[in-house]
């Protein structure tokens, strides 16, 4: 059976509006985006009748997620973005994952841009833009559902 692999080739990132997941815009010149995932904490719920220590889950806690851009800083969506970390704004961002060039899943969430600036400066790479998003709460708009 052939895999249903695939890489990170055409994905796209968005950043939308403040209050609701619309009016996307596409950011371009992105590198690498990395992972989007939260941590499940585990509770103690052992009691003194417990045979074994006993855990439930807890509250998941959203990961940051980091990006690269290749920087463009005349491009309107660097600009913002730029301008959304010194101001620490929260607003809805989007990734579309593809494969043969058709999308095959989408996400949606909240998030600031927590940390950010140019990153190292050579005559030897791509000047680049790496920043850090800060999820606030879960994913919405999952395309497969």
Do not use: C
């Given at each position: ?37 939260s ?74 841009v ?28 999952w395309?497969?559902?």
């Amino acid at each position: 059976m052939a895999t249903a692999a695939f890489t990170g080739k055409g994905a796209e990132l968005f950043y939308g509006d403040l209050d609701t997941a619309t009016n996307f815009v596409k950011v371009i010149q992105v590198a690498s985006i990395g992972a989007l995932n939260s941590e499940s904490p585990t509770i103690d719920a052992t009691d003194l009748d417990s045979v074994e220590d006993e855990f439930i889950g807890g509250n998941r806690t959203p990961q940051d997620t980091p990006v690269v851009l290749n920087w463009n800083p005349t491009h309107a969506s660097h600009i913002q973005i730029r301008n959304d970390g010194i101001a620490g704004t929260k607003r809805f961002w989007r990734v579309i994952w593809k494969k043969n060039g058709a999308p095959i899943e989408q996400v949606d969430f909240q998030a600031i841009v927590r940390a950010g600036g140019p990153g190292e400066t050579t005559n030897k790479s791509v000047q680049q833009f790496p920043f850090t998003l800060q999820r606030s709460g879960g994913f919405t708009g999952w395309l497969n559902n």
